[in-house]
T-cell receptor, first 114, second 115 residues
Framework: EDKVVQSPLSLVVHEGDTVTLNCSYE??????LLWYKQEKKAPTFLFML????IEKKSGRLSSILDKKELFSILNITATQTGDSAVYLC??????????????FGAGTQVVVTP | NAGVTQTPKFQVLKTGQSMTLQCAQD?????MYWYRQDPGMGLRLIYY???????DKGEVPNGYNVSRLNKREFSLRLESAAPSQTSVYFC??????????????FGPGTRLTVL
Protein backbone atom coordinates (compact mmCIF):
# COMPACT_ATOMS: atom_id res chain seq x y z
CA GLU A 1 0.00 0.00 0.00
CA ASP A 2 1.28 3.45 -0.89
CA LYS A 3 2.07 5.66 2.06
CA VAL A 4 3.61 8.97 3.00
CA VAL A 5 4.79 9.24 6.59
CA GLN A 6 5.89 12.45 8.27
CA SER A 7 7.82 12.75 11.49
CA PRO A 8 7.68 14.04 14.07
CA LEU A 9 3.93 14.61 14.33
CA SER A 10 4.54 17.78 16.31
CA LEU A 11 7.31 19.73 17.94
CA VAL A 12 7.83 22.87 19.96
CA VAL A 13 10.99 24.96 19.55
CA HIS A 14 12.28 28.33 20.67
CA GLU A 15 12.82 31.23 18.32
CA GLY A 16 16.23 30.95 16.69
CA ASP A 17 16.34 27.14 16.79
CA THR A 18 16.78 24.99 13.69
CA VAL A 19 14.04 22.53 12.79
CA THR A 20 14.33 19.42 10.64
CA LEU A 21 11.17 17.75 9.38
CA ASN A 22 11.14 14.32 7.80
CA CYS A 23 8.99 12.77 5.10
CA SER A 24 9.40 9.16 4.03
CA TYR A 25 7.40 7.55 1.29
CA GLU A 26 6.61 4.26 -0.31
CA UNK A 27 4.65 4.86 -3.48
CA UNK A 28 4.57 3.28 -6.87
CA UNK A 29 5.42 5.38 -9.91
CA UNK A 30 6.92 8.26 -7.94
CA UNK A 31 7.21 11.47 -9.88
CA UNK A 32 7.79 14.33 -7.45
CA LEU A 33 7.60 15.36 -3.80
CA LEU A 34 6.09 18.61 -2.61
CA TRP A 35 6.17 20.53 0.67
CA TYR A 36 3.34 22.84 1.75
CA LYS A 37 2.95 25.15 4.73
CA GLN A 38 -0.51 25.35 6.31
CA GLU A 39 -1.29 28.15 8.74
CA LYS A 40 -4.86 27.48 9.84
CA LYS A 41 -6.19 27.95 6.33
CA ALA A 42 -5.07 27.04 2.84
CA PRO A 43 -1.89 25.03 2.31
CA THR A 44 0.63 27.19 0.50
CA PHE A 45 3.28 25.73 -1.76
CA LEU A 46 6.90 25.72 -0.60
CA PHE A 47 8.98 23.35 -2.74
CA MET A 48 8.75 20.72 -5.42
CA LEU A 49 11.54 18.15 -5.61
CA UNK A 50 12.06 15.74 -8.45
CA UNK A 51 15.79 14.97 -8.40
CA UNK A 52 17.90 13.41 -5.67
CA UNK A 53 20.55 15.41 -3.89
CA ILE A 54 19.66 18.83 -5.25
CA GLU A 55 18.86 21.22 -2.43
CA LYS A 56 16.15 23.77 -2.92
CA LYS A 57 16.30 26.93 -0.83
CA SER A 58 13.95 29.77 -0.11
CA GLY A 59 15.19 32.15 2.55
CA ARG A 60 15.57 30.22 5.78
CA LEU A 61 13.84 27.13 4.37
CA SER A 62 15.56 24.40 2.44
CA SER A 63 14.67 20.91 1.32
CA ILE A 64 16.35 17.91 -0.26
CA LEU A 65 15.19 14.61 -1.67
CA ASP A 66 16.82 11.17 -1.49
CA LYS A 67 15.16 8.90 -4.04
CA LYS A 68 17.32 5.93 -3.10
CA GLU A 69 16.34 5.96 0.57
CA LEU A 70 12.87 7.34 -0.23
CA PHE A 71 12.75 10.37 2.00
CA SER A 72 12.93 14.12 2.05
CA ILE A 73 13.80 16.62 4.75
CA LEU A 74 12.67 20.19 5.23
CA ASN A 75 14.96 22.44 7.25
CA ILE A 76 14.02 25.73 8.82
CA THR A 77 16.91 27.72 10.28
CA ALA A 78 16.72 30.66 12.72
CA THR A 79 13.03 29.91 13.33
CA GLN A 80 10.57 32.74 13.94
CA THR A 81 7.10 32.69 15.47
CA GLY A 82 5.73 33.16 11.95
CA ASP A 83 7.07 29.71 11.08
CA SER A 84 4.47 28.15 13.39
CA ALA A 85 2.30 26.03 11.10
CA VAL A 86 1.54 22.52 9.94
CA TYR A 87 4.00 21.40 7.28
CA LEU A 88 2.58 18.96 4.76
CA CYS A 89 4.52 16.59 2.57
CA UNK A 90 2.85 15.24 -0.57
CA UNK A 91 4.07 12.78 -3.17
CA UNK A 92 2.91 12.89 -6.74
CA UNK A 93 2.53 9.47 -8.24
CA UNK A 94 1.35 8.33 -11.64
CA UNK A 95 -1.47 5.79 -11.56
CA UNK A 96 -2.39 3.00 -13.94
CA UNK A 97 -5.23 4.93 -15.55
CA UNK A 98 -2.84 7.71 -16.55
CA UNK A 99 -4.11 9.94 -13.80
CA UNK A 100 -1.46 11.32 -11.50
CA UNK A 101 -2.40 12.16 -7.98
CA UNK A 102 -1.02 13.78 -4.88
CA UNK A 103 -0.83 11.63 -1.77
CA PHE A 104 -0.44 13.63 1.42
CA GLY A 105 1.19 12.80 4.71
CA ALA A 106 -0.57 13.66 7.96
CA GLY A 107 1.60 16.71 8.52
CA THR A 108 4.01 17.95 11.20
CA GLN A 109 2.78 20.67 13.53
CA VAL A 110 5.55 23.13 14.40
CA VAL A 111 5.13 25.61 17.23
CA VAL A 112 7.80 28.29 17.64
CA THR A 113 7.75 30.01 21.02
CA PRO A 114 9.19 33.48 21.63
CA ASN B 1 -6.37 38.27 -8.18
CA ALA B 2 -8.13 36.27 -5.46
CA GLY B 3 -6.73 32.85 -6.41
CA VAL B 4 -9.04 30.09 -5.16
CA THR B 5 -12.10 31.13 -3.18
CA GLN B 6 -14.54 28.92 -1.28
CA THR B 7 -17.93 29.50 0.29
CA PRO B 8 -19.11 29.11 2.95
CA LYS B 9 -16.24 29.27 5.46
CA PHE B 10 -18.20 27.39 8.13
CA GLN B 11 -21.34 25.26 8.06
CA VAL B 12 -23.25 23.17 10.55
CA LEU B 13 -25.70 20.60 9.23
CA LYS B 14 -27.99 18.03 10.74
CA THR B 15 -27.74 14.43 9.61
CA GLY B 16 -29.66 13.96 6.38
CA GLN B 17 -29.52 17.59 5.26
CA SER B 18 -28.00 18.51 1.93
CA MET B 19 -25.71 21.34 0.93
CA THR B 20 -23.36 22.51 -1.79
CA LEU B 21 -19.86 23.83 -1.27
CA GLN B 22 -18.81 26.38 -3.85
CA CYS B 23 -15.34 26.90 -5.28
CA ALA B 24 -14.07 29.37 -7.86
CA GLN B 25 -10.62 30.16 -9.25
CA ASP B 26 -9.50 33.17 -11.26
CA UNK B 27 -6.15 31.81 -12.46
CA UNK B 28 -7.54 30.34 -15.68
CA UNK B 29 -6.53 26.87 -14.49
CA UNK B 30 -7.78 23.83 -16.31
CA UNK B 31 -7.93 21.38 -13.42
CA MET B 32 -9.77 21.58 -10.12
CA TYR B 33 -9.94 19.29 -7.09
CA TRP B 34 -11.86 18.71 -3.89
CA TYR B 35 -10.06 17.36 -0.81
CA ARG B 36 -11.09 16.68 2.73
CA GLN B 37 -8.72 17.01 5.66
CA ASP B 38 -9.21 15.00 8.83
CA PRO B 39 -6.96 14.94 11.91
CA GLY B 40 -4.06 12.51 11.51
CA MET B 41 -5.04 11.60 7.94
CA GLY B 42 -3.73 14.43 5.81
CA LEU B 43 -5.59 15.56 2.71
CA ARG B 44 -7.58 13.01 0.76
CA LEU B 45 -8.90 13.54 -2.74
CA ILE B 46 -12.69 13.33 -3.10
CA TYR B 47 -13.26 14.26 -6.75
CA TYR B 48 -11.35 16.05 -9.42
CA UNK B 49 -11.99 17.70 -12.76
CA UNK B 50 -9.08 17.43 -15.17
CA UNK B 51 -10.67 19.93 -17.52
CA UNK B 52 -13.95 21.73 -18.08
CA UNK B 53 -16.67 19.22 -18.79
CA UNK B 54 -15.03 16.23 -17.08
CA UNK B 55 -15.15 14.94 -13.52
CA ASP B 56 -13.76 11.79 -11.93
CA LYS B 57 -13.70 10.08 -8.55
CA GLY B 58 -10.76 10.33 -6.21
CA GLU B 59 -9.96 8.25 -3.15
CA VAL B 60 -13.06 8.95 -1.05
CA PRO B 61 -16.00 9.84 -3.34
CA ASN B 62 -18.83 8.08 -1.51
CA GLY B 63 -21.56 10.43 -0.32
CA TYR B 64 -20.48 13.28 -2.61
CA ASN B 65 -21.24 14.60 -6.06
CA VAL B 66 -19.55 17.34 -8.03
CA SER B 67 -20.32 19.72 -10.87
CA ARG B 68 -17.79 21.54 -13.02
CA LEU B 69 -20.07 24.45 -13.86
CA ASN B 70 -17.56 26.20 -16.11
CA LYS B 71 -13.82 26.65 -16.23
CA ARG B 72 -13.83 28.79 -13.09
CA GLU B 73 -16.25 26.96 -10.83
CA PHE B 74 -16.31 23.50 -9.28
CA SER B 75 -18.94 22.65 -6.67
CA LEU B 76 -19.18 19.76 -4.19
CA ARG B 77 -22.57 18.51 -3.07
CA LEU B 78 -23.51 16.44 -0.07
CA GLU B 79 -26.93 14.97 -0.79
CA SER B 80 -27.58 13.49 2.66
CA ALA B 81 -24.97 14.57 5.18
CA ALA B 82 -23.61 12.10 7.72
CA PRO B 83 -21.50 12.72 10.85
CA SER B 84 -18.59 10.96 9.11
CA GLN B 85 -18.51 13.87 6.67
CA THR B 86 -17.53 16.29 9.41
CA SER B 87 -14.24 17.63 8.09
CA VAL B 88 -12.45 20.57 6.56
CA TYR B 89 -12.94 20.71 2.81
CA PHE B 90 -10.39 22.26 0.49
CA CYS B 91 -10.74 23.12 -3.15
CA UNK B 92 -7.61 23.35 -5.28
CA UNK B 93 -6.69 24.12 -8.86
CA UNK B 94 -3.75 23.62 -11.18
CA UNK B 95 -2.89 24.64 -14.71
CA UNK B 96 -2.42 21.21 -16.14
CA UNK B 97 -3.98 17.89 -15.21
CA UNK B 98 -1.98 14.79 -14.39
CA UNK B 99 1.20 16.78 -14.15
CA UNK B 100 3.95 15.86 -11.72
CA UNK B 101 5.57 19.26 -12.12
CA UNK B 102 2.50 21.39 -11.69
CA UNK B 103 1.63 23.03 -8.38
CA UNK B 104 -1.85 22.88 -6.91
CA UNK B 105 -3.15 26.07 -5.34
CA PHE B 106 -5.56 25.72 -2.45
CA GLY B 107 -8.55 27.69 -1.27
CA PRO B 108 -9.04 28.72 2.39
CA GLY B 109 -11.24 25.76 3.25
CA THR B 110 -14.76 25.13 4.55
CA ARG B 111 -15.17 23.72 8.04
CA LEU B 112 -18.22 21.47 8.00
CA THR B 113 -19.81 19.92 11.07
CA VAL B 114 -22.58 17.34 10.75
CA LEU B 115 -24.56 16.72 13.93
Amino acid sequence: EDKVVQSPLSLVVHEGDTVTLNCSYEVTNFRSLLWYKQEKKAPTFLFMLTSSGIEKKSGRLSSILDKKELFSILNITATQTGDSAVYLCAVFRATTDSWGKLQFGAGTQVVVTP
Amino acid sequence: NAGVTQTPKFQVLKTGQSMTLQCAQDMNHNSMYWYRQDPGMGLRLIYYSASEGTTDKGEVPNGYNVSRLNKREFSLRLESAAPSQTSVYFCASSQRPHSSTDTQYFGPGTRLTVL
